[in-house]
């Protein structure tokens, strides 16, 4: 397996502050993404960012990329209790189909 | 916007007994994909469809079986349902455009739990 591994499984964090979730993979790839997960519910799409990308912002989301040290990181600042959810980072590989091989997520809790 | 519907969310069903879980998209998305999700092991691919008729093996194929007669609509078979196969069944679409921008869809998930 590709998968691709979160870092911290789980965070918690006050409203207000940012929170960082690091992401490493394997294998070379078009582009990574990153979804959300709200408890029990389907995963929605957050950022995109291609392999000749090094950065890229989306509201309070910044997604870094660093294809030579094959990781990523998510920065939300100035965090909600609407945040609270689970991350993951998906990468998009080489192989011809447009399949996403997921990481296992970092749980992020952020209280009021 | 994007609509992925999953038939059932929540599903209680017997060893050995036969499942069908649905999911349609109505986006007219080419490519669609299944997926179980499992504490401690993410989102791991079953098989996905890049066309109607069309399927291919994902990483834990063994134990399913798919269908895809119509572009919209992709089923999700368990042929002897065990209890291994309780999990969360995630179901997704996307265009199936080239160019390395691809942007999975999710459904709301079907939580089975084999008895």
């Known amino acids: 397996s590709q998968q691709g591994e979160e870092d911290p499984q789980a965070l918690s964090i006050q409203e207000g502050e940012n929170a960082t979730m690091n992401c490493s993979y394997k294998?070379?790839?078009?582009?990574l993404q990153w979804y959300r997960q709200n408890s029990g519910r389907g995963l929605v799409h957050l950022i995109l960012?291609?392999?000749?990308?090094r950065e890229k912002h989306s509201g309070r989301l910044r997604v870094t990329l660093d294809t030579s040290k094959k990781s990523s990181s998510l920065l939300i600042t100035a965090s909600r209790a609407a945040d609270t959810a689970s991350y993951f980072c998906?990468?998009?590989?080489?192989?011809?189909?447009?399949?996403?091989?997921f990481g296992k997520g970092t749980m992020l809790l952020v209280s009021p | 916007d994007v609509k992925v519907t999953q038939s059932s969310r929540y599903l209680v069903k017997r060893t050995g007994e036969k499942v069908f879980l649905e999911c349609v998209q109505d986006?007219?998305?080419?490519?669609m994909f299944w997926y179980r999700q499992d504490p401690g092991l993410g989102l791991r691919l079953i098989y996905f469809?890049?066309?109607?008729?069309?399927?291919e093996k994902g990483d834990i194929p063994e134990g399913y079986s798919v269908s895809r007669e119509k572009k919209e609509r992709f089923s999700l078979i368990l042929e002897s349902a065990s209890t291994n196969q309780t999990s969360m069944y995630l179901c997704a679409s996307s265009t199936g455009l080239a160019g390395g921008r691809e942007t999975q869809y999710f459904g709301p998930g079907t939580r089975l739990l084999v008895l």
């Open positions: 960012i291609r392999s000749n990308e």
């Open positions: 998906a990468t998009e590989g080489m192989s011809g189909y447009s399949t996403l091989t």
């Open positions: 469809s890049y066309d109607v008729k069309m399927k």
């Open positions: 294998t070379s790839i078009n582009n």
């Open positions: 986006m007219d998305h080419e490519n």
